[in-house]
């Protein structure tokens, strides 16, 4: 197995290298760059380039005229001395292969930068809305799970029966509505929108929350994030439930059920005491893929439609802002979880099953 986990840990450098470079490859040909967004706010101000000009209005004008002449759209108006000063502040003043190779550098020692307009460091910014993005995912996977087994289960126990269809539709049409179109149903439904103010319409916590007891926290913090979990859960139910439904039906038809019925034992016994221990070893093996899938897929549709404060929202504000030390850090963050998290679970396997041998499989 070590060789295996070798391999798997050394295989990640190469993936997060293909990823970031296709992205950073992306993001050449992409319009509005950050020097673009900062002239565009430049100009905005009204007087941020005010030192440039020095208070002599004919220099000033030739500055101006001078400053037409640049390559970045909108630019028209701005001292070149500015511009040029921004690009350092950037590092655009050297070529993109130099840019790429300083980066992979930087994030090799765990070194993402600051970010261009918040005048932050990239690392504290994930660390600040991490706990989000990973609450979200968490109770998600929890919720799918106490669901989806006991339901699994009864699928299993009733297979073929009109229980077992009529569930099997409902869940699969569950998988297949969009988490966004649920998410602004349950707002429309139960946050204000058209019919009942139950849930409040956004944020983790109310603005009180610090006046609250420790009860009143924990209910508060409840209370807000109900909506946000049912939304980023219902993708999770089909997946799982089939699986547990499947694994329960193969394990039905061993041999060791049939001498357990036969013996005598009660059929809750047959099936607690013996069918769920080895039905549910690949499905809670596979609990980290799940969280993973559900902490990726549901971050940034969720929390922006909710306006929860997470990784996916800084990722999709950082994209639009064109702050490419937040997209490329929260990337890199992204990928490296998504594969150490891969290995994870192949570990999960085995450890609930040593039959499972991957060392085998690859040869």
């Keep these: 197995?070590?060789?295996?986990?070798?391999?798997r840990l050394l295989l990640v450098i190469p993936t997060?290298?293909?990823?970031?470079?296709?992205?950073f490859t992306l993001t050449q040909?992409?319009?509005?760059?950050?020097?673009?967004?900062?002239i565009a706010r430049a100009q905005g101000g009204g007087d941020v380039f005010g030192g440039?000009?020095?208070?002599?209005?004919?220099?000033g004008a030739d500055e101006l005229n001078?400053?037409?002449?640049?390559?970045?759209?909108g630019a028209r108006g701005l001292p070149p001395e500015f511009i040029e000063e921004l690009e350092?502040?950037?590092?655009?003043?050297?070529?993109?292969?130099?840019?790429f190779l300083n980066m992979i550098w930087n994030y090799a020692r765990f070194d993402f930068g600051e970010s261009y307009f918040r005048s932050i460091s990239v690392i504290d910014l994930v660390i600040e809305k991490l706990p989000v993005s990973i609450t979200l995912g968490l109770w998600s996977t929890v919720i799918a799970y106490l669901v989806s087994i006991p339901l699994g289960i009864r699928k299993a126990v009733k297979d073929g029966t009109p229980f077992d269809t009529w569930t099997s539709g409902a869940i699969i049409a569950a998988y297949a509505i969009p988490g966004f179109l649920f998410a602004i149903l349950l707002l429309v439904l139960f946050a204000g929108g058209s019919y009942y103010q139950i849930f409040p319409l956004?944020?983790?916590?109310?603005?009180n929350f610090e006046d609250l007891s420790t009860i009143g926290k924990v209910l508060d913090y409840f209370w807000h994030i109900t909506l946000p979990v049912l939304a980023g859960t219902i993708g999770a139910f089909a997946t799982l439930t089939l699986l547990t439904k499947n694994s329960f039906l193969d394990e039905i038809k061993k041999l060791y059920v049939m001498t357990a019925r036969a013996k005598g034992l009660s059929e809750?016994?047959?099936l607690y005491g013996h069918v769920f221990r080895n039905a549910m070893l690949i499905v809670i093996a596979g609990f980290p893929a799940v969280f993973i899938g559900v902490f990726f897929g549901g971050s940034l549709i969720i929390e922006t439609i909710f306006s929860l404060d997470g990784l996916g929202r800084l990722g999709f504000e950082a994209a639009v802002a064109r702050d490419y030390p937040i997209v490329f850090g929260t990337l890199y963050i992204f990928g490296l979880m998504g594969l150490l998290v891969g290995i994870i679970s192949d570990l999960m396997y085995v450890l609930v099953d040593p039959r499972i041998d991957f060392e085998r499989r690859e040869g």
């Design 29 to 38: 040909f992409v319009p509005g760059g950050p020097v673009e967004q900062a």
């Design 16 to 23: 997060l290298l293909g990823i970031l470079l296709v992205n």
């Design 1 to 7: 197995m070590a060789p295996y986990i070798l391999r």
């Design 66 to 73: 001078t400053a037409s002449d640049s390559t970045y759209v």
């Design 52 to 59: 440039f000009a020095g208070g002599n209005n004919d220099a």
């Design 268 to 270: 809750r016994r047959v």
């Design 202 to 207: 956004r944020g983790l916590t109310s603005d």
């Design 88 to 99: 350092r502040e950037f590092g655009f003043d050297k070529p993109p292969i130099q840019r």
